[in-house]
């Protein structure tokens, strides 16, 4: 170990780390361990008890159970010696990358096995022999179910982000898979949260295990600097190119909360000539791990991504995360901010919050204990002093370099044609910027609120309304509707809102990701499902005839309207589809009055078709109910 020192590694040593393994922490810039690390690997590399840690993302979890693995695992056997799940196929990469970094010279076959890549690829590593395996829930279970993977020799099994694989569904997959395990095996579950199922999962699974919390695993609120920006939901992408405007060293992580939301703002900062990449489910696998090393190698420096997708990402050195789309609870939160502020460098998480969204914010604040801090949006003549300021630092720094002295004859070629320095300079400088020193050229945003209004894109409520076309009829309440999305999408109950069914069709209430999901899901079998209503401020308390064509009336109970006094209004797509599933009772023939209608008159015609349609439902519901109360 020639010219190596561990003297910096000291502290990792008295944890009882191997030569081998510092030789590799050393390589890796590793100093001393993390609390979580410090917490963790003596206990692990001392007894055979089983062990849940709880800590942040960021906090250096995979190195805490990753260490022990190694130095504990022997290469060469015939079985898998370690298994890791992990949520995602991201996460899982950066998992085996981790570890084949910290394994040193040994010996250890380690690899990921998730979807996406192609499945004789995975095959041929497990009969080449395999000594930990990494991977997710659903491919481990589909390798199992071939007869490809024999966990019954295991040291140890890790849940890694626990409390992720269980809100995405997998409990019964993480079930299955622990229960094909040795009953002599080290059991551990790392998580950022401490949701009762994890709980329900150790008391099942693990013997007597240990509780470790790290202290960092609150927001590291000291190098995290929370502030949020109250924005209108239109006005959002104006703010966020204020932001890359006025912050001129970027290195930011974008957070949107769907897949069209991620594609339709990588295109409009591209429109303006930003270097942006986009991250979500949709994403092949190769373009997914090209995107993610060219990130890292600061090849660009936004990437806009979904939650899930960007799970596998790890970056020490973002200035910047950023909330596009306001975090669907506390533990996505934590999850989204904890990307910056690593590693001793000071990072800022930004939120942009509408009208709709105070509520959220204020839980969040509540349930992280933690402080948000509201200011103003920088507006044009902020952005116009500080794009002068850094011109200005830009071109002392080049007249420094003497990188102006080839253009020096040309410059005084140009001032001697124009016969005004002054004026040479200036028309240079609308050259350059165009518009962009002006500070008319910038709309004014952030500063006129107005909190009695509410959005009308479900976007700022966090969720939405599904039409599903199976209802009473077919013999589904909201016990059996919450059992069918489950089946179908792996979508928890508790996930799930308020249920309404009808004889043949129902709406459910859920927020934006999972509908992604189980719209996604049922498109590969089951009945109709697509998104369903919308709740218009402007359009509110309009009358029939003065709804946009978009939108069809639908009549609700008394006991909805007791419940909610205000009307709703459904998509015209999704009142068709209802139409669709029942016989329509016939319209009465058309009066002179009605025939004298003109055919241009779109809108009023389909008016008439509405309130047709709309007391065709009415009257069937009605009937139904005198129907049951007869029988009664």
Not at 54 to 68: S, Y
Not at 389 to 399: K, P, Y
Request: glycine residues 6%; positive net charge.
């Amino acid at each position: 170990m020639k010219g190596f020192s561990m003297s910096d590694l000291d502290n990792f040593r008295k944890l009882g780390v191997s030569e081998e393994v510092l030789e590799a922490l050393r390589a890796k810039g590793f100093e001393a361990p993390s609390p979580i690390q410090a917490l963790t690997i003596p206990k692990l590399l001392e007894g055979a008890v089983d062990l849940i840690g709880q800590a942040q993302t960021g906090t250096g979890k995979t190195a805490a159970f990753g260490i022990p693995v190694i130095e504990l695992c022997e290469g060469g056997g015939k079985k898998p010696q370690a298994l890791i799940l992990s949520p995602t196929r991201e996460l899982s990469i950066q998992i085996a990358e981790e570890l084949n970094s910290l394994k040193g010279k040994r010996k250890l076959r380690i690899a990921p096995f998730y979807g996406g890549q192609m499945i004789e690829i995975q095959l041929q590593r497990l009969r080449d022999g395999i000594d930990v395996v990494i991977g997710t829930p659903g491919r481990i279970m589909d390798l199992m179910e071939r007869g490809k993977l024999d966990f019954s020799e295991l040291k140890f099994a890790v849940l890694d982000e626990a409390d992720e694989m269980l809100d995405m569904g997998f409990v019964e997959d993480i079930e299955k898979i622990l229960g094909a395990t040795n009953s002599d095996k080290r059991m551990l579950m790392f998580s950022a949260t401490m949701p009762p199922e994890i709980l329900k999962i150790a008391e099942r699974f693990m013997r007597s295990y240990e509780t470790v919390r790290a202290e960092s695993a609150q927001l590291n609120t000291e190098l995290t600097e929370q502030i949020y920006f109250e924005v209108r939901r239109e006005d959002k992408f104006e703010a966020l190119s204020r932001i890359i405007d006025v912050e001129q060293d970027l290195y930011a992580l974008v957070f949107c909360r769907t897949r069209n939301d991620v594609d339709e703002l990588v295109e409009k900062l591209k429109l303006r000539g930003h270097r942006v990449e986009a991250l979500h489910g949709d994403i092949a696998q190769m373009q997914r791990t090209r995107v993610i090393n060219q990130f890292k190698d600061k090849k660009f420096k936004i990437l806009i991504a979904t939650d899930v997708a960007a799970r596998g990402i790890d970056v020490n050195d973002l200035t910047h995360v950023i909330n596009y789309s306001m975090p669907q609870g506390t533990e996505t939160y934590v999850h989204r901010i904890g990307r910056t502020g690593r590693a001793g460098k000071n990072g800022t998480a930004i939120t942009f919050v509408t009208p709709a969204e105070y509520r959220k914010l204020t839980m969040i604040q509540r349930e992280a204990h933690t402080e948000i801090r509201r200011e103003e949006l920088p507006q044009g003549r902020d952005i116009v002093e500080m794009k002068k300021q850094h011109f200005s630092e830009q071109l002392s720094e080049a007249i420094s370099a003497g990188q102006h002295q080839e253009y020096l004859d040309f410059a005084d070629e140009l001032i001697e044609k124009t016969g005004n320095a002054s004026a040479a300079l200036a028309a240079m400088l609308q050259l350059r910027f165009k518009g962009e020193l002006l500070p008319q050229s910038y709309v004014e945003i952030g500063r006129k609120r107005d909190r009695k209004t509410w959005e009308s894109s479900a976007d700022d409520h966090g969720s939405t309304r599904l039409f599903i076309g199976v209802g009473k009829l077919d013999g589904f309440g909201a016990v059996k509707m919450l059992d069918l999305i489950w089946e179908k999408a792996r979508i928890k109950k508790y996930r799930i809102g308020k249920i309404d069914c009808y004889d043949r069709f129902s709406f459910v209430n859920v927020n934006f990701e999972d509908a992604e999901a189980i719209i996604d899901a049922f498109r590969r079998g089951g009945p109709k499902v697509q998104l369903a209503a919308e709740r218009p401020s402007d359009e509110q308390n309009a009358g029939p005839a003065e709804r946009p064509n978009r939108s069809v009336p639908v009549r609700r109970s008394r006991e909805e309207h007791a419940e909610r006094p205000e009307r709703r209004t459904y998509t015209r797509r999704s009142a068709e589809t209802a139409s669709a599933e029942r016989p329509m009772r016939r319209s009465k023939p058309e009066t002179p009055a009605t025939a004298k209608k003109p055919v241009s008159d779109k809108k009023r015609r389909l008016t008439d078709w509405v309130e047709k349609i709309s007391s065709d439902i009415e009257l069937k519901e009605k009937k139904a109910k005198r129907s049951k109360k007869s029988e009664k």
